[in-house]
Nanobody, 119 residues
Framework: QVQVVESGGGLVQAGGSLRLSCVASGRTFTLYAMAWFRQAPGKEREFVGVFRWSTGSADIADSVKGRFAISGDNTKSKVILQMNDLKPEDTAVYYC????????????WGQGTQVTVSS
């Protein structure tokens, strides 16, 4: 059983930055990946990026590539989503999800943290 908790959301003006954190707890010894998704009102959930613990590799969605970056802290089972040059279209609830073991889907979701970018 894995649980994740997000933090770091808030209100920021366009061009600003925010740093979101996601911490996994519980049965983390087989933790495979942790990903960020976002969902804006009236829109479907969108993949933002993923960090894979086994390789230390990260993938970022094209829509935010160059502005967002993902990093991991293995000791703390924590993934950071660094968001720079924020745009109003980045406004959404950002969710962290954990793939608790290889072969599973994202089976642990956080409650989300609101990111609002004003123009």
């Amino acid at each position: 059983q894995v649980q994740v908790v997000e933090s770091g959301g808030g209100l920021v003006q366009a061009g600003g930055s925010l740093r979101l954190s996601c911490v996994a707890s519980g049965r983390t010894f087989t933790l495979y990946a942790m990903a960020w998704f976002r969902q804006a009102p009236g829109k479907e959930r969108e993949f933002v990026g993923v960090f894979r613990w086994s390789t230390g590799s990260a993938d970022i969605a094209d829509s935010v590539k160059g502005r967002f970056a993902i990093s991991g802290d293995n000791t703390k089972s924590k993934v950071i989503l660094q968001m720079n040059d924020l745009k109003p279209e980045d406004t959404a609830v950002y969710y962290c999800a954990a793939n608790s073991a290889m072969g599973r889907g994202y089976d642990a979701w956080g409650q989300g943290t609101q990111v609002t970018v004003s123009s």
